[in-house]
């Protein structure tokens, strides 16, 4: 009998590696009294500070509050890949299936929104570990290299810059039994640091004039003669517009809330690799990736070369809640410990420092949206699906151009036009996301063939996805 050992990430620390540092920012005080402002942002995750930081560029001197019930990017923002992606919709496919149209458009302004974000953390010297490794979408089983094939007929169909690798030429990237083709996007994603990039953009918002006040939770908005009241334990604020950037958080405007659900996404981070280990996988490029299944794993390098390692399975539990004891879950760490040794085998001992998981707000169009609620002063963000660290910033944009009712490209998208379906109640909502969760593995199973169920969710439009 073969002795029992005990997982390997049984000892890493149950936190997000990213936010366990000695450079985490002390907390801001939290918010008292009665303020009055011309913008009131609820939420510091990428959304509502991206929505702060462009208030404050676009009208100097304006007065702006952002008021977390938290901690800055103590959510999905500290708990991502930090991969920066360009696209806006979630990937080309998802975008070409529902507004093929104007995918030319969305196309360049995701690849402005990036070079935006790039240019930010420039022009303020924000040290966020800024990778320009691209992001490589590996094929992981026979069925996928067909999909990557296809993919790239369609991307030069488009004109979209790609590179097709074939078995010979992946091993140039990524050294694992398990790559057998690779599909990469140059310069349509950079690698990041999630957490000390939303530290930067807090301290240039209040360089610029804003206030952050942490651990102040709204617990309701109001209409009120000059804008809208937002009310927290310690105080209120009048504000002129308001922008909600509650990610899957129990939803403050109610004609929000069936339109995300929160799925949890876990990750299993190692100890940095020495050069020996480093050598053995290859992954010279250092590129942000992906494999090609539905449910898909990502994995990427951090600056001091530990593995992050992410995603595969999307744990959505009954009756949708956001609390702190489903950041961890034994059962998925498992199934991510045997995966990244079937991926990497060369690196068998190597243990794992951190585990932890986190709440995306998954819409049934997998990217985000904006709703305006009270008299158009308050506009909702939310719906990245997993997909936020760059697509807020232009979400965020898009909320205080309708505000303010200025025209602008985006503004005039189908896509920031558009609300998703909203999900069933429960309990509809939960069988039938268990549903489609079988039939996803299923049919990854299955080399890739999607079953009735997909196929009919694929024709109403309608989707889940992490
Ligand atoms: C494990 C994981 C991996 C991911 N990997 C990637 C990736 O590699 N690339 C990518 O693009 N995306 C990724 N994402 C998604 C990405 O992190 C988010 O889309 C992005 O951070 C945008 O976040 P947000 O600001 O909308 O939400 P959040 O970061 O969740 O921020 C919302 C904030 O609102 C606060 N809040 C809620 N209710 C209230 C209230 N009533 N009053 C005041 N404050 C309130 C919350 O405390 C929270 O801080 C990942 C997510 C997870 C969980």
Not at 72 to 88: E, H, K, P, W
Not at 186 to 206: D, F, K, S, Y
Not at 243 to 260: E, G, I, M, N
Not at 422 to 428: M, Q, T, V
Request: net charge negative.
């Amino acid at each position: 009998m073969s002795p029992v050992t005990s997982p390997r990430w049984t000892d890493a620390a149950p936190t997000p590696f990213w936010l366990d540092t000695p450079s985490r920012p002390e907390p801001r005080a939290a918010h008292t009294g009665i303020a009055d402002v011309d913008l009131v942002v609820i939420g510091a995750g990428f959304t509502g500070l991206w929505a702060a930081l462009q208030a404050l560029e676009t009208a100097p001197g304006s007065s702006v509050l952002v008021l977390e019930a938290d901690r800055i990017a103590d959510n999905a923002t500290g708990r991502n890949g930090g991969f920066c992606v360009a696209s806006l919709t979630h990937g080309d496919a998802n975008g070409r299936a529902r507004w093929p149209r104007d995918m030319p458009v969305l196309r360049r302004l995701g690849d402005e929104n990036l070079a935006a974000i790039v240019d930010t953390i420039e022009r303020y010297d924000l040290d966020v570990e800024l990778e320009r490794t691209g992001e490589l979408d590996v094929a992981i089983a026979p069925w996928q290299v067909d999909d990557l094939l296809e993919e790239s007929a369609v991307l030069t169909d488009a004109g979209v810059a790609h590179t097709f690798f074939d078995e010979a030429s992946i091993a140039a990237e990524i050294t694992s039994p398990l790559a057998l083709a690779g599909l990469l996007d140059e310069t349509g994603a950079v690698m990041v640091n999630p957490a000390r990039l939303a530290w930067g953009l807090a301290g240039v918002i209040e360089r610029l004039g804003g206030t952050i006040a942490e651990h102040s939770k709204v617990t309701s908005i109001d209409r009120d003669q000059s804008g809208v009241l937002a009310t927290t334990p310690g105080g209120v604020v009048r504000a002129k517009r308001c922008v909600v950037a509650t990610s899957c958080f129990p939803a403050l405007v109610k004609r929000t809330a069936l339109r995300v659900v929160p799925v949890y996404d876990y990750v299993l981070m190692t100890e940095p690799l020495d050069e020996a280990q480093l050598a053995s996988i290859g992954w010279r490029n250092r590129r942000g990736i992906g494999d090609a299944g539905n449910q898909f794993h990502y994995l990427r390098l951090s600056a001091d070369n530990r593995i992050l390692f992410g995603g595969y399975e999307a744990v959505y539990r009954f009756r949708q809640q956001v609390r702190p004891d489903f950041d961890q879950d034994p059962a998925v760490f498992s199934v991510l410990e045997e995966h990244f040794d079937a991926m990497f085998p060369t690196l068998g001992e190597v243990g794992f420092s951190h585990r932890w998981g986190g709440a995306i707000d998954t819409s049934t169009r997998f990217c985000a949206s904006v709703t305006l609620s009270h008299d158009d002063r308050v506009a909702t963000v939310n719906g990245f699906t997993g997909l936020g660290v760059g697509a807020s910033r232009f979400f965020a944009a898009a909320a205080l151009d309708l505000l303010a009712e200025r025209t602008t490209p985006a503004t005039l998208l189908e896509m920031v036009r558009s609300a998703p379906v909203p999900f069933p109640p429960e309990p509809i909502r939960y069988l039938g996301i268990t549903a489609t969760r079988h039939a996803i593995a299923r049919a990854d199973a299955n080399d890739g063939r999607r079953g009735a169920w997909l196929r009919l969710l694929d024709a109403l439009g309608l989707g889940f996805d992490s």
